[in-house]
C-alpha cells in the first residue's frame, strides 16, 4: 500500500515538474490587428505602447511601408508609412519612444510620437549599426540596455547606445535542428529566467531561455492552426506571442502565462 502510495506521488510531481516546463497557450488569439493598408508582405514586429495603452504594427522591406496603430482592443486608430525600413521594434521605456533596427547596418531609428501616441515620423539613433546579419530582427533588453539578436544558434549582444558588438549568448535545450528555428527574429520578454524565446515554426512551439545560463526553462505548444513562418512575422508584446498570418493580413496575439512558476 505504501509503495503505491509513494509511486503515485512521484507520478504527480513528474506532472507537476513537466505542466510548469510545456504548457499550451490559447487555442485561439485573444486579439487581432488587421492591416488595412495593401502595401507590403513582410511583416516584421508589433509593439505595444504602455503609457498610452496602443499597439504598433510595421513591414519591412521599403520606408514607406504601413506602420498602423491599434488600441487594446484591436481597432484601427491611424494608418500611416513606417519611415524606414524596419526589422525589429521595441519599446524603450527609458526614452518613451518606439525604436527598431533598420536592414543591414542602416541605423537604429526612433519612431516620434505626439502626445497622443500618433506616428509623427522618425530619427535616427545610431547612424551606422552592427548586427549579425541584414534581416536581422531586434529585439530590446530594457535591463541592461542592449538590443539582441538572434544569427543561427547563437544570440548576439550589442549596445543600445553605440550599436557595438558586446558579447553573445549561447543557448541550449533544446533537440530539434534550428532550421526548424524562425531565423530573423529572437523575442525579449523580459520575464525572470525566461527573457529569450524562439519560435519553432515546424513544429509549432515557442522555447523560452534563461539569458544567463542559456538553458531553456519553458516551451509552449502554439495551436495548431497557428500561422508560423521561418522568417519574420513573429513578435512579443504586452505578453502576447504575435504571429502574422499572410493571407488574413492580420497579427494574432495569443497570450501566454509567461509570468507564472
Not at 527573457?195 to 495551436?223: A, M, Q, V
Request: glycine letters at 8%; proline letters at 3%.
Amino acid at each position: 500500500m505504501r509503495l503505491n502510495l509513494y509511486l503515485v506521488l512521484i507520478f504527480l510531481l513528474l506532472l507537476f515538474c513537466f505542466s510548469c516546463k510545456t504548457k499550451q497557450v490559447g487555442v485561439k488569439p485573444d486579439i487581432v490587428l488587421k492591416i488595412q493598408q495593401t502595401a507590403g508582405h513582410n511583416a516584421t514586429s508589433v509593439v505595444y505602447n504602455p503609457d498610452k495603452k496602443m499597439y504598433y504594427a510595421v513591414f519591412g522591406g521599403n520606408e514607406s511601408f504601413p506602420l498602423e496603430v491599434f488600441d487594446e482592443e484591436g481597432k484601427t486608430l491611424r494608418k500611416t508609412s513606417v519611415g524606414f525600413d524596419a526589422r525589429g521594434l521595441w519599446w524603450n521605456s527609458s526614452t518613451k519612444q518606439i525604436e527598431g533596427n533598420s536592414f543591414a547596418n542602416h541605423g537604429i531609428m526612433a519612431v516620434q510620437l505626439t502626445d497622443k501616441g500618433f506616428p509623427n515620423g522618425v530619427k535616427t539613433v545610431i547612424n551606422n549599426n552592427d548586427q549579425p546579419e541584414d534581416q536581422s530582427c531586434g529585439a530590446f533588453d530594457q535591463e541592461k540596455n542592449e538590443i539582441i539578436y538572434l544569427y543561427k544558434d547563437t544570440i548576439y549582444r550589442y549596445n543600445r547606445s553605440s550599436g557595438k558588438y558586446i558579447d553573445k549568448y549561447g543557448l541550449s535545450g533544446i533537440s530539434v535542428k534550428f532550421n526548424c528555428i524562425n531565423k530573423t527574429t529572437v523575442i525579449y520578454t523580459g520575464i525572470l529566467a525566461k527573457e529569450i524565446g524562439l519560435l519553432d515554426h515546424e513544429n509549432k512551439k515557442i522555447y523560452l531561455f534563461d539569458k544567463s545560463s542559456g538553458n531553456l526553462t519553458t516551451s509552449f505548444d502554439l495551436p495548431s492552426n497557428a500561422p508560423t513562418f521561418e522568417i519574420y512575422r513573429f513578435a512579443f508584446a504586452n505578453d502576447h506571442i504575435w504571429l502574422y498570418n499572410k493571407n488574413k493580413r492580420a497579427w494574432y496575439g495569443y497570450v501566454i502565462s509567461v509570468r507564472e512558476h
